[in-house]
């Protein structure tokens, strides 16, 4: 056999392992699925909050998220999620509230996110007053291996909320 004969049956050898090493193709994406899915994982997750169940609360993060809330470092760990969390929920006049206004689905189905708005209120420590502020909110959904979705970044920003985007016309 010659060279060329050589080159040839390596080209053809090489081009029917190239299909093997392609990832089989994903299903298609039910962005309006996932949209549904997340606003109960955030329905859920609100749920944790009132109950102050810190554990359920930072178990909607993966190990690697970062959470940002008003006036805290960034907590871009587990155990520094777990103290923002219980340091938020440490007042027993907490009450918090959120929910998405737009989600927003990638199509590959790996990502996605909630954009919405939030109430909390709490105890101010020098009046022992009730205080309430409301805000917007971006948190970023990475699908987990086991299917599960959890929170990769999770960004808090005080002040008026957006309102929520009016219905298309028909």
């Excluded at 190239?18 to 949209?35: I, L, M, R, W």
């Excluded at 359920?56 to 103290?83: F, T």
């Excluded at 009730?130 to 599960?148: C, F, H, I, M, R």
Aim: aromatic share 6%; glycine share 6%.
């Amino acid at each position: 056999m010659n060279a060329t004969h050589l080159l040839a049956v390596a080209a053809i050898c090489l081009a029917g392992c190239d299909g093997a090493n392609k990832p089989a193709a994903t299903a298609a994406v039910d962005p309006a699925a996932v949209e549904q899915e997340l606003k109960s994982i955030e329905a859920d997750w609100e749920k944790a909050y009132q109950a102050r169940d810190v554990d359920k609360a930072a178990g909607h993060y993966s190990s690697d998220a970062a959470l940002a809330n008003a006036g805290m470092n960034l907590a871009n760990d587990e155990l520094a999620r777990k103290m923002a969390i219980t340091q938020l929920l440490s007042d027993p006049g907490t009450k918090i509230s959120f929910a998405s206004d737009r989600v927003g689905v990638a199509q590959s189905g790996e990502l996605a996110y909630t954009r919405g708005h939030y109430s909390i209120q709490t105890t101010d420590p020098k009046t022992k007053q009730a205080v309430t502020e409301a805000g917007n909110y971006l948190t970023v959904w990475k699908k987990q291996p086991d299917g599960s979705w959890k929170a990769v970044e999770d960004f808090v920003t005080p002040g008026a909320p957006v309102a929520p985007a009016a219905p298309a016309a028909p």
